[in-house]
């Protein structure tokens, strides 16, 4: 059965076509007119042999067709499949066809990219849409119009980069997330959405958002989100005390201290961001982040 990403990255296309263009470069810029009427069609591939191949997504625009493949991972039988599904496609349309790959793994990026030797001398590759590729922090615009760029956001962080690096990106996915859920996204749809990007983002960062909501007293303004969120955060954190996890709770506020103070542009030393990664006591941490989000210097956190 197909992974939630990997249906994900289909929904992106079928949500916003012209998305695909964008991503993929000059590639198809010649062949894909802008605003060309764009229509999702039958996936089945079939030849005059007794061989049936189904891609995962067809595009058909005027005098072009679109094969889109979602792949998570290194599947030699697929870069042989591929090469057959745009003859088979190229046969039936007698039109050009592209093959366009969709993954969040560099791996499999560098592997498609690479291509399959059909004959001596002959390489076929495919168009990559990989990470190199996907916007790492759009925009809250960009994610209520298309909800799944927020997924492939968290998906493609750095979990061992700075939470404050990472706190900008999780707050616009969430928010935009919202405006999506206000602007008609089903509330399950929404809700498995923001469980995807909660789960693929590391854990210092969605602690730190956490903590910043509940100071901020951030105002949800979808139902799902207003009752999912604020919800979520009281029942992990009842969780996290009822298993005794009082080492990651600290760790996650001290986070939340650092993250909070580099969003308001407080400068920390390195003394005094050691004294905050060192602290263990969660009654100090928590005054700590309160300071953190209204004092109007560094040093007044620790007054």
């Known amino acids: 059965m197909p992974s939630t990403l990997h249906e994900l990255l289909l929904e992106m296309v079928r949500r916003d076509p012209?998305?695909?263009?964008?991503?993929?470069g000059d590639a198809l810029t010649d062949v894909w007119m802008p605003n060309?009427?764009?229509?999702?069609?039958?996936?089945?591939?079939?030849?005059s042999a007794p061989i049936e191949r189904r891609a995962d997504l067809v595009l058909e625009l005027p005098g072009l067709s679109v094969v889109v493949e979602a792949q998570l991972r290194v599947d030699a039988k697929k870069l042989t499949a591929w090469p057959a599904y745009q003859a088979l496609r190229r046969a039936r349309s007698n039109h050009p066809v592209a093959v366009v790959v969709l993954t969040t793994k560099r791996s499999v990026e560098r592997w498609a990219t690479a291509g399959v030797e059909l004959g001596p001398g002959q390489v076929w590759a495919p168009l990559v849409v990989g990470p190199s590729a996907f916007p790492t922090a759009p925009s809250r615009e960009t994610v209520a119009r298309n909800p799944e760029l927020a997924v492939l956001a968290a998906e493609l962080m750095d979990p061992h980069s700075p939470v404050d690096e990472g706190l900008p990106t999780l707050r616009t996915a969430v928010h935009g997330l919202d405006d999506a859920a206000r602007a008609g996204?089903?509330?399950?749809?929404?809700?498995?959405?923001?469980?995807?990007?909660?789960?693929?983002?590391?854990?210092?960062?969605?602690?730190?958002?956490e903590a910043e909501m509940e100071l901020r007293n951030y105002?949800?303004?979808?139902?799902?989100?207003?009752?999912?969120?604020?919800?979520?955060?009281?029942?992990?954190?009842?969780?996290?005390?009822?298993?005794?996890?009082?080492?990651?709770e600290a760790r996650g506020r001290a986070e939340a201290v650092l993250a909070v103070a580099a969003s308001r542009g407080l400068v920390l030393s390195t003394a005094e961001r050691t004294l905050v990664a060192e602290c263990r006591d969660l009654a100090t941490l928590d005054r700590w982040v309160v300071r953190a989000a209204t004092v109007e210097r560094a040093s007044e956190i620790f007054a």
């Open 18 to 24: 012209g998305l695909l263009r964008s991503l993929t």
């Open 185 to 209: 996204l089903a509330d399950d749809t929404a809700e498995l959405y923001l469980d995807a990007v909660l789960a693929a983002a590391p854990e210092a960062v969605r602690r730190a958002l």
């Open 36 to 47: 060309a009427p764009v229509s999702v069609v039958d996936s089945q591939l079939v030849s």
């Open 219 to 248: 105002e949800y303004k979808s139902d799902f989100a207003k009752k999912y969120y604020g919800q979520g955060v009281t029942d992990g954190r009842a969780e996290g005390e009822a298993r005794g996890r009082a080492e990651g």
